[in-house]
């Protein structure tokens, strides 16, 4: 009979947990006959520092579950927690026995808490660039043996430079002055360390590796704009040499000549005088705005195409370019209705050239004059009629950019007939350095 029920219990337990199970006492008189509890938990040993949740099951002796209320308790409380609901909390190494009571049943298991020794810290960043006054938070995975992840060790967060950066117990880190250093995190004896650079962030061209023409990249954001830091981010540069790694493919291994600071991309940020609303929402509005805003700001050398990642919005307009300027809308409608942010930048430099990569480009053309309104399939926007692979295609039907001028006839190569404007020799495609 005893079997029985046992049997017959042990199958409402879940089938993969481990239970343990003990009788309670002989049936106590008018308090009616003894109950059988199981504790059910999954692991015979927890990691210091993890949290696991322990359940009861209580049945009658017909078999039937009772459902009654269960306390819990700890045989050494100076080892762990365990809250009333079952949720058991190691805090040192050692053995432990967990009891939970329900009226007429009482059950135990034994488990045993451990501290397996850090074999690894890592920190979800290998290098970190950031400006001055910007602040960021590491986050550290602590690893024991055969990489199970371990919680709840001690953290110890330090720099090796305390004027280039601060950094808290938590692992903020906060920006103090331009420099090079690194942070360390030490957790028993095992570091990780992440390399840090510090840089001013430019609000001005800064002097030209190179004379010349050239394209100079700016990052602007409105007056009452949220203020992404693209600048130093890493991202326009990186969705820049995905953009010239296509160009080079497609001219044979010319690029556009960007122009540089000691060997990067030189990018000025820009806090425009204007709210995004003062800026204007039409295209050509946003366009002749932003054009003399930059102007008042110094940016303005003839010798120059400013290509402008604006953070703003406009409508019916992804981009425009002309005149010595291009632009891309990053908060813009399309004329579709769609979101011109649906083209996110590439991840990295070596990443296929997707719609934002084609987009600075198609503008940045225009702003060196092209496509010539005399080459053969030019209308009279500067574009080409087709076909709508071409990265200066606008016409009806969707754009689906992926080559540059392929019949080489309009405004790239060979075919381009005697006066017409030839991308092949313009001062700002240079030969790829290899
Ligand atoms: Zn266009």
Redesign the pocket.
Known sequence: MLCAVLAGACTAAPSSAPVAHRRAGPPLGDRGPARTLHVVHSVDRVEVGETIQLSALVFEPSGESAPVPVTWSLSDPELGTLTDTGRLTPLEAGRVTVTATAPHAVGAVGLEFVRSPVRRVEVDARKLRLGVGERTVLHATVQGPEGIVLHGRQERWSTLDGDVIGVRTDGTVTARAEGRTSVEVRVEGRVARVEVEVVRRATTDRVDDRRGQQVHVVYAVPRDGADRVLDLSGELERSLGSMQAWLSRQTGGRVLRLDTYRGEVDVTFVRLTRKDAGVGHEGRRVYLRIRGMLAQMGLRDSNKIYAVYYDGSSVKDCGR?GGGLAIAFLHGIAIDGRSCSFGRFAPSATSPAGYMEFLIL??IL?AAGFVDEDAPHAND???VTGPSTDI?F?GPGAWYPSALDPGHDDYFGENVPDGVRNLADSPYLVRARA
């Open positions: 370019g198609h503008e225009h926007q500067h574009h200066m606008n």
